[in-house]
């Protein structure tokens, strides 16, 4: 019989390990079986694209950055190149609401020096970067220790807090700079900081290379015509039968010489020589509890952030302007409860009919974990009281929708390095058995998509030499 391998989870990273495995299936002279098992009624998670009245919304990310090749490379395999859509221009256009106005966010140097985010004073000491010594500690440091500490406090708390807090939705004081931003870290790490970091590779390349951190990402945002959503619906394609919605697994055991016995739900089992926990932790903490108590405990101690994500459309003429640019971020304590807005319909235009504006607001996250349970009226006039403060909207909305991610963004707070050590170590004496996705190393579409080809070949390596077994799917009862 051919050799299986079960995936838990069918959003991006599940279905990018399933593509993964199954372009693969040549080496195996047995034949290969695949299973994806979907808790839900819709694969993708949080990644789904909401069409209505001209309108396109998306649920969760909004697109991925073109500078990481493995995300474009599967556009390219999954044929659906020609449906890509970069961001606008403006899209490089950002502010910050601070002291009662939007204020742009400066692209350069010189203009970094004249702007008036920061005081001449925080300006000034971003520009004395160069002279901090580097940190010595090898233990892990918050992101809001490392930004205070090399530009300034002030610098950490108006950017770097608005920035991590539109990311992640997280609170940059518990974030780990290791976890969250390990090509920053690196960059101390490895050049004593960050100015002679970037000095360094601009010397070696020719060039200054953008390679992303709490001060902003590199690369150009991309999505498709349709959403980010296609994507989704081109790796559920190619799953075909292998992607089974509605089939929530809800313990793994070991099986002996059959590797792994997966329970479901409705009390079928499924048997599997490896397996993929594609899932957020705190789901795979469930599942394995039974399994390994020790793995249980390192994947529950990951927590993640809740976001409300607002979706308001306008006619333009309500509109004292039309929106140019990507949006504004909020810091805390400047008034707004809103994370920020993006202008959806200025990031990528045709995400709204001709004559209309989308703007796309976050509400909660980590600082405000209460908000994700506030209804839809409450939730409106939140955003409404605040769009009405920062960008002098008085209008009401001629359209809106709402979306609610409970467990939206996972949070790589201090300590997360030693949990993924724990992590590591305890799959490790499960062989076959793995875990990847958002949880782990990367919140990105980019970071799912990057790990899964390595997922894939440690996957059937295993699964190969444990050899196939007898039977492989259970009924109920059996």
């Not at 309108?55 to 073109?66: I, Q």
Request: proline share 6%; net charge positive.
């Amino acid at each position: 019989m051919p050799v299986t391998v079960a995936i838990v989870g069918g959003g991006v990273a599940g279905l990018a390990v399933a593509y993964e495995i199954k372009e693969r299936s040549g080496r195996v002279p047995g034949g290969l079986d695949v299973v994806c098992l979907e808790a839900a009624d819709h694969p993708g998670g949080n990644i789904r694209s909401h069409h209505a009245d001209g309108f396109t919304c998306e649920w969760g990310p909004n697109g991925f950055l073109d500078n990481v090749p493995a995300t474009p490379a599967l556009v390219r395999r999954l044929g659906i190149e020609e449906r890509l859509l970069p961001s606008d221009r403006s899209a490089a256009i950002r502010f910050i609401y601070r002291g009662g106005r939007l204020r742009k966010l400066p692209s350069g140097v010189l203009s970094f020096l004249g702007a008036d985010i920061l005081s001449l004073a925080g300006r000034l000491r971003v520009f004395g970067e160069p002279f901090v010594p580097p940190r010595r500690d090898p233990s892990e440091e918050s992101v809001h220790d490392f930004v205070a500490r090399r530009i300034g406090a002030e610098a950490a708390r108006i950017l770097v807090d608005a920035m991590v807090s539109g990311i992640y939705g997280g609170d940059v004081r518990a974030l780990s700079l290791q976890a969250t931003f390990p090509k920053m870290w690196r960059m101390e790490a490895d050049h004593g900081g960050l100015v002679r970091a970037m000095l360094s590779r601009k010397k070696k390349s020719g060039s200054a290379a953008a390679s992303g951190g709490p001060a902003g990402p590199g690369g150009t945002l991309t999505s498709f015509r349709e959403g980010l959503q296609e994507l989704i619906d081109a790796l559920a394609r190619e799953a075909g039968p292998a992607l089974r919605l509605q089939s929530r697994v809800v313990r793994v055991a070991e099986a002996g010489s059959r590797g792994f016995r997966l329970f479901l739900a409705g009390g079928e089992s499924i048997d599997a020589d490896a397996v993929v926990l594609a899932c957020p932790a705190w789901f795979a903490a469930e599942i394995v509890s039974g399994l390994d108590v020790e793995l249980a405990g390192a994947l529950a101690g990951i927590p993640s952030a809740s976001l409300a994500v607002v979706h308001f459309g306008f006619d333009e003429a309500d509109l004292a302007r039309r929106p140019h640019g990507f949006g504004f971020l909020v810091p805390r304590g400047e008034g707004p409860r809103i994370l920020g807005t993006l202008w959806s319909s200025s990031i990528f235009p045709g995400r709204a009919p001709a004559g209309k504006v989308l703007l796309t607001s976050m509400v909660g996250g980590a600082h405000d974990p209460e908000a994700v349970a506030l209804d839809d009226a409450a939730l409106t006039d939140i955003v409404r009281k605040d769009l009405g403060e920062t960008m002098g909207i008085d209008a009401a909305p001629r359209f809106v929708r709402i979306f609610r991610q409970p467990r939206g963004i996972p949070q790589y707070t201090l300590g997360h390095i030693g949990r993924l050590e724990v992590i590591d170590r305890r799959l490790s004496a499960h062989p076959g058995l793995f875990a990847c996705g958002n949880s782990y190393r990367g919140i990105s579409v980019n970071a799912c998509v990057d790990e899964a080809p390595r997922i894939a070949d440690a996957a059937l390596e295993a699964a190969m030499r444990r050899g196939p077994g007898t039977s492989r799917i259970r009924s109920p009862g059996a």
